[in-house]
């Protein structure tokens, strides 16, 4: 039979349903692109906010309009965080927890056999040890995603993920290795290491960060490591310098940073200040050639004033974001955030949606300014529309360029020569 896998939020639920692919493959199950005509759909849920809640319920209700005889498998954070809105969506057939993703296959197989709705959702809060899984490819052509965190302990007012998530786990450093070096017969030249908690690894036991990039730096066919989110906060000055020692990995950290006051901060239960954000950003600078930073931003949260804002402004420019995420906060039932007062309006959270854009658009310019006319190694990985190749930096500065040859999968040398938007046009520097 065919299957299909739909996928919502962030870059672990992306890793995870690309091992779930590998699973049902596995088993004898046929992947298939079109959702249209697979005949079992597995969604994979975010449920970060309401507003994730409600994209899955418009999803559902779009499936089943144009796939009345598909299997409809839910799994993921939402029915983890809140099983029992989960057992209410209709025509769902099977409903599997985050603690029981490696289950899928056999819950198929065993609703093939008796033909009667399986729900499946055991408390997450307990789990003490990360869920066994193993890594051979990735549908993209030359990056592969390593999941090695799962869970957080921190429960920030805003955020529902410590309850669909459970505690901090860490992959263990030999099945890490494992996973890379079949990543890496498999010719991927890039790991991304991903985590709910990412700067958390190994806390649940004598390891952290640094171990688990050294080990999969040292496979020889891997050229890059790329870190997906990190904790401000966690990451300290000596795990910084250890880092700094590894060649292979890219100069480009996603710093999650939510808010550029230090009133919201304090409110949202993170752990930092803005000055501490942004002396962090500086230590990275000084300890990574051409480093480039990513960050989350939410506007709106619950008695943000238009100086908390202005604050926020500020910081884009001060820490010189090469992209920033900007979204309104959502109201998530099951949160503190959710019960406090002076709750924003839309309209207000919109507009400073709008302008936190604006300015984060200009910032990204003149970040691109300083790159230009040098030149980089750039990884291309796929064709766009009007076929120019395109790739990413190791500092991830997307480029394109032209070929005559099919250069995906390759590590050239690109003299970034002009800039179109978000991103150059570039010229391969040397022949291969």
Known sequence: MTFCTITFGCKVNQCESENIAEAMIKNGFEFEKNTNSAEIIIINSCSVTAKSDRKLRQTLHKIKRKNQHSII???????????????????IDIIIGNAKKNSIPQAIKNFLKNKSKIIDVTPINKLKVFEKSTVNYSPKRSRAFLKIEDGCNRFCSYCIIPYA???????PLEEIKYDAENLSKNGYKEIVLVGINLSSYGMDFDANLYDAVKIVSNQENINQVRLSSLEPDLMTIDIIKKL????????????????????ILKSMRRRYTREEYLNL???????FKNATFTTDIMVGFPGETENDFQDTLKLITEAKFLKVHVFPY??????????????ISKNTKSERVKKIIELSNKVTEKVLSEFLNISMPVLYETIDSNGFYEGYTPNYILVKTCSEHDIRGKILETKLESINGNFFKGIIDSNF
Request: hydrophobic share 30%; net charge positive.
């Open 73 to 91: 498998l839910l799994t993921g954070c939402m029915p983890q965080a809140d099983p029992s809105a989960a057992e209410k969506l209709e025509n």
């Open 165 to 171: 998530r459970g505690p901090v786990r860490s992959k």
């Open 244 to 263: 700094s020692t590894i060649p292979k990995l890219c100069p480009q950290f996603h710093l999650s940073l939510q808010s550029g006051s230090n009133n």
């Open 281 to 287: 950003v500086n230590i990275l600078r000084k300890y």
């Open 330 to 343: 959502s109201r998530r039932p099951g949160t503190l955030a959710d019960k406090m007062e002076n709750q």
